[in-house]
């Protein structure tokens, strides 16, 4: 009935890039599943094959996700980055920072990797699917170069670790943002893992004048891989090019 439509803030965009669909829901409502917070609950999606309701979906599944309240206050890195899914390169505003609530609903956590760079993450959970999940992450630096996020041994170490780098000057493809093998600290020895290892989903980098972001999503599991533990420790590494530096090479920090 016309009573049970209580969501709020909902909005659906579609350009060119893609279609986003977002809302606010209240976890309980009479006569419907409710949504609990610490514990695990499964939800079902799908995208259609057209934008006509009654056309089949192309793809659809399930997911299961723990849910946990949002709220945590946190000094957020400076606002104005371009981002990674509105199709701009323009800032949004004068980079400032500033204080605000975590928002949970594009990102479980955000942590600031140096005064000038932050990285947020979400895990989606689903024994199902492949890989058992997926790893949504977003890096975005205050300046200009190349920028690269990936997993390594206990301790920190490059050498032995995997990585996704985005060039900023090179077009957009399958291995841009790509997965590189690290077996040492010199440039040559920084290579791209074979073109059926290039399964990153939606990976983005994008720049303006005075940001870089890195976007991407990666399989939890994957052969020849480091797995990341979604109910584990994960030791992540972090870099990005010296100023205005878009060519892989040394990194700044």
């Avoid at 890195?214 to 109910?231: A, C, Q």
């Avoid at 584990?232 to 990005?240: P, S």
Wanted: hydrophobic share 30%; glycine share 10%.
């Amino acid at each position: 009935t016309v009573f049970a439509q209580t969501l709020e803030n909902t909005t659906l965009e579609q350009t060119t890039a893609g279609t986003t669909m977002r809302y606010t829901k209240l976890l309980e409502e009479p006569n419907e599943i409710p949504i609990l917070l610490g514990q695990p609950n499964t939800f079902i999606w799908a995208i259609g094959g057209g934008n006509s309701f009654f056309q089949f979906h192309k793809w659809y599944n399930k997911v299961t996700l723990d849910i946990f309240a949002c709220g945590t206050v946190s000094t957020m890195p400076p606002t104005g980055a371009p981002s990674a899914f509105s199709g701009s390169t323009e800032p949004t505003s004068t980079p400032t920072p500033i204080p605000r609530q975590l928002d949970c609903s594009n990102f479980q956590q955000t942590i600031q990797l140096t005064p000038s760079s932050y990285f947020s993450y979400l895990v989606f959970e689903d024994e199902d699917a492949e890989g058992g999940g997926y790893f949504k992450g977003e890096m975005v630096y205050e300046g200009r170069g190349w920028l690269g996020f990936g997993s390594g041994p206990t301790g920190g170490s490059m050498i032995g670790g995997e990585a996704i780098i985005g060039l900023p000057d090179e077009a957009l493809s399958d291995d841009n943002p790509g997965k590189y093998y690290m077996i040492g600290k010199r440039t040559s020895q920084v290579t791209l893992m074979d073109p059926l290892q290039q399964t990153l989903i939606n990976s983005t980098i994008t720049q303006n004048d005075t940001h870089t972001v890195l976007s991407f999503i990666k399989l939890l599991v994957e052969e020849r891989e480091r797995p990341i533990l979604h109910d584990g420790k994960n030791t992540f590494l972090w870099a990005y090019g010296e100023e205005d530096s878009n060519t892989l090479g040394y990194h700044r920090a």
